[in-house]
């Protein structure tokens, strides 16, 4: 297609933007790396996208991911910016993003503070793969991605055949067993503070004998409860643990720390040494909660700064190769509207053959249901399909638009075929079908199809439910016929006298002379119009051409009409809305734009041998057949015209008659 360029002074920024003419509508063109400087300065309004989905679009999703800030699966204006400004500023020259390569030039970085750190970067992840210092790639980053992995995984590795346990093979018993007195042995300690603290307490933190003698007259054994209240020891100032006087309820416990956690022949434990028992513990158990969650922090400082080597490599290295290929699309959308079977825009999934016609225009979706509604506000005919490929066990939906070609064999069930832009195979099934105008010549003949068939079905339908009738009549027609001879016998004699009583009631003229005038009246109405159009005919037989085609306008003008404004009106937007887009403005699907986007099998004049074709007809034959027609049409013209004469002066006749009757 054309595309005007011109360029308008923006009020707003001053920034000399360039706007260019596709499909019918004006849109900025983003044409230089000046231009991606100043995105952020364009009116909001003049963007074609306000938003996309960051997945299921025919583009490295890895780049929209980085550029997707705050991660919510949607690609917008803001985001698409912030990349813009950070690219620009990286690079000193905002006009290599137009190659969309994805191998950079260490020359062609900054030399600012930004472009520096990322030079510095890049050399290193070089130097690491032993490469020359020169250009970096996307798969040089990959490379580097792996050289990363392999370290990390063997770190992982010897930290996983390290034993951190503290106790070794105890170091779970011992862990139940300071869950178990943690609070009892601080409780215990605390007093001891106290008795330091003032010695006349002691007795006062100690248990009581009164408390004791509370208990010693029942059964002491199922006092369990009141005895795990006491203090876990006889406090004293000294602040030491005697391992051999625990209270009963807790002896068990402190016996597995006198055990395993200590060394052998330790009687006593200070405050200190129960806290780095506790310790050695805590970490311990903090380090099996942080392993559970994934947070444990196994990387060195060394692999650390690699892992954000890489991140902000394949960051600049994925945005410098496609960010001009994503603004052609979000801005003024080249990619759809350039005609390049090539190049496809980012929403385009694959081309749909069916019926003899390949549809260039395909649409991923994730449910026919969801979509069909608001597209078929597009005012395109659209094909919903389900495809399968058992060579990757996965089933997909799409939505294909017809643009060219007839719609006679389109059909909910009928099978296709469905390539996707990687070129695999899928079997596509018609699920759903949104009907709307393909072409004028199709709205020419549609009425004529649309009468042909309900002739059709209304037949088909009423053959039926007539031979239903005569098959379910047929076996009773016999035994009522039996019945209905002898109460006709029986009912003769009755019939034949009422039929003579039965006297014919006299004929009024007066009564109905005002129907007959009417009626006499509208024939002679309708002769009149007849004869009118009888002459007319007569005296140009280009009249009767005339008559024809006033005729066909009539039955197929509307169908035209509606589908001339339809076709003018063909919008993308709402198939991309229905699709997870914020479309900003119309996205027009001409006629002269639509018929290429799809392509009809078209074959070569060629004289062909065909064992099963029918016999042509000899020329003679012809031309004896087209004269033969020529002549009953004519004739049949001929008798009409006759005919009609004839009607015009019965008409008029019939008129005069009943004048002079109501007038006697």
């Not at 308008?8 to 596709?22: E, N, V």
């Not at 129960?274 to 994934?294: E, N, P, R």
């Not at 018609?430 to 199709?442: F, G, L, M, T």
């Not at 004929?507 to 005038?517: L, T």
């Amino acid at each position: 297609m054309k595309k005007k360029i011109t360029k308008i002074l923006t009020a707003k920024d001053g920034y000399d933007w360039q706007y260019c003419s596709l499909g019918g509508v004006t849109r900025v063109k983003i044409a230089s790396g000046e231009d991606i400087k100043h995105l952020g300065e364009l009116d909001r309004k003049l963007w074609t996208v306000l938003s996309c989905p960051v997945n299921g679009l025919e583009f490295d999703s890895r780049t929209l991911q980085l550029m997707d800030s705050n991660h919510d699966g949607k690609l917008r204006i803001d985001e698409v910016v912030e990349a813009a400004e950070w690219i620009t500023t990286v690079l000193s020259d905002a006009d290599t993003l137009l190659n969309s390569s994805d191998t950079l030039a260490l020359s062609a970085i900054a030399d600012n503070e930004a472009g520096n750190k990322i030079r510095t970067t890049c050399e290193t992840i070089l130097k690491e793969l032993d490469r020359p210092l020169e250009t970096i790639s996307i798969k040089d980053v990959a490379d580097y991605k792996t050289l990363i992995d392999e370290r990390y995984a063997k770190e992982v590795a010897a930290v996983a055949t390290e034993d951190i346990r503290p106790y070794g093979e105890n170091t779970e018993a011992v862990t139940a067993a300071v869950t178990a007195l943690r609070d009892k042995v601080a409780d215990y300690f605390m007093r001891c503070h106290l008795i330091r603290f003032d010695a006349e307490c002691k007795d006062a933190v100690d248990v009581s004998v009164e408390r004791i003698a509370a208990i010693a007259a029942g059964d002491v054994a199922k006092a369990t409860t009141d005895i795990a209240s006491y203090p876990l020891a006889r406090p004293n100032a000294e602040g030491t643990l005697a391992l051999d006087n625990i209270n009963p309820a807790w002896a068990a416990h402190m016996t597995t720390i006198k055990k395993m956690a200590v060394a052998e022949g330790t009687t006593t434990l200070d405050e200190a040494q129960w806290g780095d028992i506790v310790a050695k513990i805590d970490a311990y158990t903090d380090y099996l909660a942080k392993q559970s969650d994934g947070q444990v922090e196994l990387l060195s400082k060394g692999q650390a700064e690699a892992m954000e080597h890489y991140t902000q490599a394949d960051r600049l290295l994925h945005i410098y190769r496609d960010f001009y290929t994503l603004i052609k699309n979000y801005i003024f959308f080249k990619d759809f509207y350039q005609n390049d079977p090539d190049t496809k825009a980012i929403f385009q999934s694959g081309r749909l053959y069916i019926d003899q016609r390949c549809c260039d225009l395909c649409m991923r979706i994730d449910s026919i249901d969801a979509h069909a509604p608001m597209a078929a506000a597009s005012g395109m005919y659209l094909i919903y399909c389900t495809c399968t490929s058992r060579e990757r066990n996965a089933t997909q939906n799409i939505v294909a638009v017809l643009t060219d070609g007839d719609v006679d064999n389109m059909e909910v069930g009928k099978n296709a075929i469905y390539y996707d832009r990687e070129g695999h195979c899928w079997d596509a099934v018609v699920k759903k079908i949104v009907d709307n105008p393909i072409s004028i010549r199709q709205a020419f003949w549609s009425p004529y199809r649309k009468f042909w068939k309900w002739c059709t079905d209304k037949i088909n339908k009423s053959a039926a439910e007539k031979e239903d009738k005569a098959f379910n009549s047929l076996t009773t027609k016999a035994d009522a016929a039996t019945e209905d001879v002898k109460t006709n016998l029986a009912a003769a004699p009755d019939a034949e006298k009422k039929k003579e009583e039965k006297k014919p009631t006299p004929f009024d003229i007066a009564k109905f002379a005002g129907i007959f005038a009417a009626i006499g009246m509208a024939i002679g109405y309708i002769g009149s119009a007849l004869a009118g159009i009888t002459q007319t005919i007569g005296s140009n037989p280009l009249n009767l051409l005339i008559l024809i085609c006033g005729i066909i306008l009539v039955i197929s003008g509307p169908s035209m009409f509606i589908a001339w404004t339809k076709l003018r009106k063909r919008n993308l937007g709402p198939m991309l809305n229905a699709n997870g887009w914020a479309v900003n403005a119309v996205i027009l699907v001409n006629v002269r734009f639509g018929a290429t986007l799809t392509s009809i099998a078209k074959y070569p004049k060629l004289v062909l041998d065909d064992p099963f074709a029918e016999k042509k007809m000899p020329a003679w034959k012809k031309w004896l057949i087209s004269i033969a027609v020529v002549i009953v049409i004519a004739a049949i013209a001929a008798l009409i015209i006759y005919l009609m004469h004839q009607q015009q002066a019965q008409a008029a006749q019939a008129v005069a008659d009943t004048v002079a009757t109501v007038a006697e």
